[in-house]
């Protein structure tokens, strides 16, 4: 019976550690968007009206936007 050189948590191992540098590489690309100014848009909420960024909110409050991704769907 033949014998295996390389075990293979060696091999996963070794692939691990080549994709580290690149994901770092990637992480750094990053933009902080955080307190940079918005253009005026436009999103339906969830009580089915359409709320205007510039009219409603613009110097008024500060927003935070959050989204659900398939909230709504019988999934």
């Not at 990637?26 to 253009?39: F, H, I, S, Y």
Request: hydrophobic share 50%; aromatic share 18%; charged share 20%.
């Amino acid at each position: 019976m033949r014998r295996k050189l390389v075990p293979k948590w060696l091999w996963l191992f070794l692939f691990v550690l080549f994709l580290l540098p690149i994901s770092k590489a990637d992480a750094k690309k990053k933009v902080d968007l955080v307190g940079q100014e918005t253009l005026n848009f436009t999103l339906p909420s969830a009580y089915d009206r359409i709320i205007n960024y510039a009219e409603e909110y613009y110097g008024k409050y500060h927003l935070i936007i959050t989204f659900f991704p398939a909230a709504f769907t019988p999934l």
